[in-house]
């Protein structure tokens, strides 16, 4: 189940359990607030959508904290003007946790994820671990016999790369 809400002038989806940052509202921390300019309402497939607002919808949220967004820096330049400001800003935000949706609270589903987190984890095989250890010696004994070979430089290369050095060297002469 989530909805589509104004609040401050900005339009959030939310849903149950969820925390939202908007601009800063003047309520105190642990406060209840109510929500009322609801303008979306989906629930197990089910929308309806308000002209702008659902009449008798709104959505409950406490507040978490009051807090400061990052710093944004501001510089503005002209060129060949010599004008350049360097402004920083940082907005205040105030963190809503969302509690019910029209009134309905959905229910909670932690119960799955704390049988999965009690159960310990299976340990390989013995199977597993040999055939393991065995991939793993195979490798070892591949990279000791990996070595270098030794490079083998002919005679007559050498004399082919001195005749080529002797060509481009220039013929004396008159300048």
């Known amino acids: 189940m989530y909805a589509i809400v104004e609040i401050a ?23 209840q607030i109510d929500f009322d300019k ?13 002209e702008p607002v659902i009449k008798d919808a709104k959505v409950e949220g406490k507040v978490v904290n009051q807090v400061r967004g990052d710093k944004v820096i501001v510089f503005k330049k ?9 402004n ?4 205040n ?12 609270t959905s229910p909670k589903k932690p119960a799955s994820k704390k049988v999965a987190a009690e159960v310990p984890p299976a340990e390989p095989l013995p199977e597993k671990k040999a055939q393991e250890k065995k991939a ?3 490798k070892a004994a591949a990279k000791k ?19 080529k050095t002797e060509s ?8």
């Open 9 to 31: 002038g900005q339009q959030f989806k939310v849903e149950e359990g969820k925390k939202i940052f908007v601009h800063r509202l003047r309520t105190e921390d642990g406060k």
């Open 78 to 86: 002209k060129r060949k003007k010599g004008y350049r400001v360097k």
């Open 38 to 50: 609801v303008l979306l309402i989906e629930d197990e497939g089910k929308i309806t959508i308000g």
């Open 93 to 104: 935000f105030t963190q809503v946790e969302i509690v019910s949706i029209n009134g309905k």
């Open 168 to 175: 481009k060297k220039p013929a004396k002469g008159n300048k």
């Open 88 to 91: 920083g800003h940082r907005q």
């Open 145 to 163: 016999t990996e070595t270098k070979k030794p490079e083998t430089k002919k005679v007559a290369d050498k004399k082919s790369a001195a005749k």
């Open 136 to 138: 793993e010696a195979k």
